[in-house]
């Protein structure tokens, strides 16, 4: 038997194979970057500064889209889902450390550990939700399949 070549470096890479990782953290890059750049247009394109609240609306609105990414990708897996987000939250929120530090007032608006609760307890909600929803149709699956099945028997019966 032939054993699989493996390529020097490979094993950094097994963490892709989980698929609620994955996606997690390239939500996480998408979320990052989003940000990034809205902070950088807030702050650095003065030709934008009399559209301040639209700017915003639309750079928050794109950053609620990206966010959904983990949701509507596991919304039949409430635990993938919640860790999905959870990694991409990570990573957003380390994010905002590295800038915390170059931009100082940003502290003062929300800090870093605010954020982080922030998105956990988003996703927890939205995963809970989510869960609680599931169950519910299944229940209601269950009752409807034993309710054809009674009549099913039911119609056999009389046929004797």
Not at 32 to 61: D, I, Q
Request: proline content about 3%; charged content about 10%.
């Amino acid at each position: 038997m032939a054993a699989r070549p493996q390529l020097p470096g490979m094993r950094w890479l097994f963490w892709l194979r989980n698929h609620a990782l994955r996606v997690g953290v390239l939500t996480g890059i998408y979320l990052s970057c989003m940000f990034m750049v809205w902070l950088l247009v807030a702050n650095h394109v003065t030709a934008l500064e009399p559209y301040a609240g639209l700017r915003n609306v639309v750079a928050g609105a794109a950053m609620i889209a990206l966010a959904a990414i983990p949701v509507l990708r596991f919304r039949q897996e409430p635990a993938k889902m919640f860790a999905s987000g959870l990694a991409a939250w990570t990573l957003l929120t380390f994010t905002y450390l590295a800038a915390e530090m170059h931009y100082t007032l940003l502290a003062s608006r929300m800090g870093a550990v605010q954020l982080f609760v922030l998105g956990g307890m988003s996703y927890g909600f939205v995963a809970v939700f989510s869960w609680v929803f599931l169950m519910c149709a299944e229940a209601r699956q269950r009752h409807i399949a034993q309710i054809h099945q009674m009549a099913a028997s039911g119609s056999r019966t009389r046929a004797r």
